[in-house]
């Protein structure tokens, strides 16, 4: 059984950066695939961005384009998400996510395996 665990979080202002973390233990169904969601209260999940196994396509959600960047070291068994110029909209609870390959990424059901989220929030 495989365990994703979340890390960097926080409360930050707008304008402000965060470095999400996400470390993979145990057995995931894949790690081809990585990325991460994100989901606000009483709003649908949101993709964030993807990573493919050898960290040279990325893919990301239009409202992150330009602000987010996706990374991972298959070494550490990690990812992380560089996150910069945060607004407040962009408070939400992010999850790591790990899968097979997919022609769309931004499908959560290509994702076997979720972290248990890390909290954000963009406030002044």
């Known amino acids: 059984q495989a365990h994703l665990t979340e890390s960097g979080g926080g409360l930050v202002q707008p304008g402000d950066s965060l470095r999400l973390s996400c470390i993979i233990s145990?057995?995931?169904?894949?790690?081809?695939?990585m990325g991460w969601f994100r989901q606000a209260p009483g709003l649908e999940r949101e993709f964030v961005a993807a990573i493919n196994w050898n960290g040279k396509t990325t893919h990301y959600g239009d409202s992150v384009k330009g602000r987010f960047t996706i990374t991972r070291d298959n070494a550490r068994k990690s990812m992380y998400l560089q996150m910069n110029n945060l607004t407040p909209e962009d408070t939400a609870v992010y999850f790591c996510?790990?899968?097979?390959?997919?022609?769309?990424?931004?499908?959560?059901?290509?994702?076997?395996?979720w972290g248990q989220g890390t909290q954000v929030t963009v406030a002044s």
């Open positions: 996510v790990s899968g097979t390959y997919s022609e769309q990424p931004n499908d959560p059901s290509a994702y076997g395996d």
């Open positions: 145990g057995s995931p169904q894949s790690r081809y695939l």
